[in-house]
């Protein structure tokens, strides 16, 4: 683990910092808690490990901040102290430690402590990629799409400039499950899916919008660039037949493209709305893409 120190007493910090390595962990110390929250602020750090008593802000007052602060990944906090009681407990707990350890702390101690860190930092790191990602196919959820196209549009609107949106439909794809059936759709699912994430640019992303439908932001916002990026997608997807447990599959992709007005401030809805009318024109003769 990329692990952050925060303690004023330099042969503390040494010891501390010393046995940290010593179990593996990648270590960053500093002496107090106005460099902690800067180095924190570098987002590497997900456990912390912070003195109680520092001068200017002390570890309470770290920890305060650290929580208050918008982040999605999580941090653990450990907060050292030579206090020990209840108050000291509840006030450490209360300002948002996960831990308390005495001080001066004992290192087989301190070992047992970070595996029950690492256990809550996993589990978290699974729910959170969980929470953005589609099961089925690995991709971006619609939430995640969604919300980067709002930060997109944001961004486009603050720097004047525009960017294109790729509204992707699997042709007929109700035929193929009833045809090969659900399980077989799930696998054409999966695979179109990877398909399409390796038709794209470095900057380009992609998310599930619904059960057969997928949302492209394009990067740049060139019309013709955007273009080359749906028929890319359109191509790779029809070039070879889908290998299933029930046969090989064809499959076409149908897709809708807009882009925003320059320096507009065009809203999620509205562009949307302009790429499934685009894909509606597709969709007269499938396998193709409308502007
Ligand atoms: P069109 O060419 O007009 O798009 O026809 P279509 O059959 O693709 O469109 P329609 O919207 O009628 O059907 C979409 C189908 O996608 C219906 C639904 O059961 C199926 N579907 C949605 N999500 C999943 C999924 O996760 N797995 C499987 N196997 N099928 C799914
Ligand atoms: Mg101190
Ligand atoms: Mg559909
Ligand atoms: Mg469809
Ligand atoms: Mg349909």
């Known amino acids: 683990m990329k692990i952050l120190i925060a303690e004023d007493d330099a042969s503390s910090r040494l010891v501390l910092g010393a046995t940290l390595r010593k179990l593996g962990h990648a270590v960053t110390a500093v002496a107090d808690g ?161 398909r399409m994430h390796h038709a794209l640019r470095t900057y380009d992303r992609i998310g599930r919008y619904g059960g057969e439908e997928f949302l492209i932001i394009a990067s740049g916002g060139e019309r013709s660039d955007v273009h080359s990026v749906a028929e890319r997608i359109r191509d790779r997807v029809a070039e070879t037949p889908v290998q299933t447990a029930a046969g090989a599959i064809i499959v076409t992709v149908s897709l809708g493209l807009a882009i925003t007005r320059m320096g507009g401030r065009d809203d999620a809805v509205t562009v949307i709305a302009a790429a499934d009318a685009a894909l509606y024109c597709a969709k007269k003769e499938r396998n193709r893409v409308h502007v």
């Open 34 to 194: 106005r460099s902690a929250l800067a180095a924190w602020q570098q987002g590497e750090h997900v456990l912390l490990i912070s003195d109680w008593m520092m001068p200017d802000m002390d570890g309470l007052e770290l920890c305060r901040m650290v929580r208050a602060a918008p982040r999605l990944q999580y941090t653990y906090i450990i907060l050292l102290t030579a206090r020990s009681g209840k108050g000291s407990y509840l006030e450490g707990m209360g300002a948002g430690a996960d831990d308390l350890i005495t001080k001066p702390f004992d290192a087989e101690h301190l070992a047992a402590r970070l595996h029950v860190a690492q256990r809550i930092l996993a589990l978290h790191e699974t729910l959170r990629f969980q929470a953005m990602h589609d099961h089925l196919t690995g991709l971006w959820n619609r939430g995640m799409i969604m919300g980067t196209l709002q930060e997109e549009l944001a961004r486009a609107a603050r720097d004047g400039s525009c960017i294109g949106v790729i509204l992707a439909d699997l042709d007929h794809f109700k035929r193929i499950n009833d045809t090969y059936g659900h399980l077989s759709g799930d696998t054409v699912l999966q695979e179109t899916a990877r």
